[in-house]
Structure formats: structure tokens, C-alpha cells
């Protein structure tokens, strides 16, 4: 079993839709948990991160994280064709030196104008 | 603008071959590192490295190895490169301290073809 699950989609959605992404993990010692974003023929770049539960907003994205449930969603409203990209979780015990991120496969998303 | 820059984009090499795999960054970060991208698998830590000459394995280190002789450079070397290491390659760096472990800015990535 992997320590991190990511449906890979492909999702497709029309441009305004509210679009969720989700992962599920396994090991309970996460306390860190990012959401990275890819857009084709580039690297990832980090999107947002929250420590332990709850949730943080940023502009049209909201990241929620659930401990009891071992479960992470990122909400993107108002979606728009430049939101088109891979979206790759990622998660960590710790943040210090010694600690390591592990990512899920990636959802890829397209939103059609 | 800060900037993590991959010697190359696309690579195609034979087995067998020793592969070379560069990477620099201009943040003046402690720690960088190398991941591999597959489809379905996501992104695996390979190595990484968080000073000058210092050197950790990851997940997958088997048939890699690193070499981290300057703070702004750190090198992926396949010593005899083979097809299951066809494989996208991605450098990240990030600074050390202030949970800057999970900020980390990544290149463009190298496309390596083995056959």
C-alpha cells in the first residue's frame, strides 16, 4: 500500500466549476501537508501547505485537511483554463532537515473554457 | 527571479552508458534534492543533499549515486544507465531552517531515454 493515494483523473471540467482534489494517506505521524502544482514541460511549485487539521484559504483555493480521516482536499473555485495542470499532494512528518516530502501520483486537471 | 536550472531537457543514452545529470541553483539554498517522475508513481525521492560534500540517500538510491562539491551545484550520476531509469529527473532545492524543507523550488526537469 502506498503511504499516499491521488486519483490521477484525468479531470475535465467546464471553466467556472468548483473542482476538488483529494488525497488519503497512512501514516499518522503527517503533520505537513502541500499542495504542489505542475503545469506541463515544468517542475512542480508549492501552491499551499497547512500544518496538522483544519483549513487555509488563498485566494480561490482552499486546502483542507482532515487527521482523523487521514484525508487532504484542495477546492479550487471559480475554476479558470489556466488552473489547467498536474496537481501533486505531498506530505511530511516534520519539517526539519531530517524530514523528506512523499507525493502523491498527481491528478491531472483541464478546464475547458 | 529564483531559479533552479537542468543541464539538460532531453536526453536519450544506451545501456550501459555513464549519465551525468546536472543541476544548479541561485538561492544560495543548504539542501537539494533528486527526484524521478513516472507515471502512476508520482514523484520519489532519490538522494539528497543538505550541505557542501554531505549526502543522503532516499527512497529509491539503487543505481545512482551524487556528487555536491560547490553549494549552488548538485549532480545525478546513473554509473551504468539502464532502460528502467527511462525517466523524467527533477532537481529541487530549498533553504534550510524556518520548515523551508517544504518550500522547495524545482527545475524544469530532464526527459532521459534509455535504450
Known amino acids: 500500500q502506498k503511504e499516499v493515494e491521488q486519483d490521477p483523473g484525468p479531470l475535465s471540467v467546464p471553466e467556472g466549476a468548483i473542482v476538488s482534489l483529494n488525497c488519503t494517506y497512512s501514516?499518522?505521524?503527517?503533520?505537513?501537508f502541500m499542495w504542489y502544482r505542475q503545469y506541463s514541460r515544468k517542475g512542480p511549485e508549492l501552491l499551499m501547505y497547512t500544518y496538522s487539521s483544519g483549513n487555509k484559504e488563498d485566494g480561490r483555493f482552499t486546502a483542507q485537511v482532515d487527521k482523523s480521516s487521514k484525508y487532504i482536499s484542495l477546492f479550487i473555485r471559480d475554476s479558470q483554463p489556466s488552473d489547467s495542470a498536474t496537481y501533486l499532494c505531498a506530505m511530511s512528518a516534520t519539517a526539519g532537515n531530517t524530514g523528506k516530502l512523499i507525493f502523491g501520483q498527481g491528478t491531472t486537471l483541464q478546464v475547458k473554457p | 527571479d529564483v531559479k533552479v536550472t537542468q543541464s539538460s531537457r532531453y536526453l536519450v543514452k544506451r545501456t550501459g552508458e555513464k549519465v551525468f545529470l546536472e543541476c544548479v541553483q541561485d538561492m544560495d539554498h543548504e539542501n537539494m534534492f533528486w527526484y524521478r517522475q513516472d507515471p502512476g508513481l508520482g514523484l520519489r525521492l532519490i538522494y539528497f543533499s543538505y550541505d557542501v560534500k554531505m549526502k543522503e540517500k532516499g527512497d529509491i538510491p539503487e543505481g545512482y549515486s551524487v556528487s555536491r562539491e560547490k553549494k549552488e551545484r548538485f549532480s545525478l550520476i546513473l554509473e551504468s544507465a539502464s532502460t528502467n531509469q527511462t525517466s523524467m529527473y527533477l532537481c529541487?532545492?530549498?533553504?534550510?531552517?524556518?520548515?523551508?524543507?517544504?518550500?522547495?523550488?524545482f527545475g524544469p526537469g530532464t526527459r532521459l531515454t534509455v535504450t
Open positions: 501514516n499518522s505521524a503527517f503533520q505537513y
Open positions: 529541487a532545492s530549498s533553504p534550510r531552517g524556518g520548515q523551508g524543507i517544504l518550500r522547495q523550488y
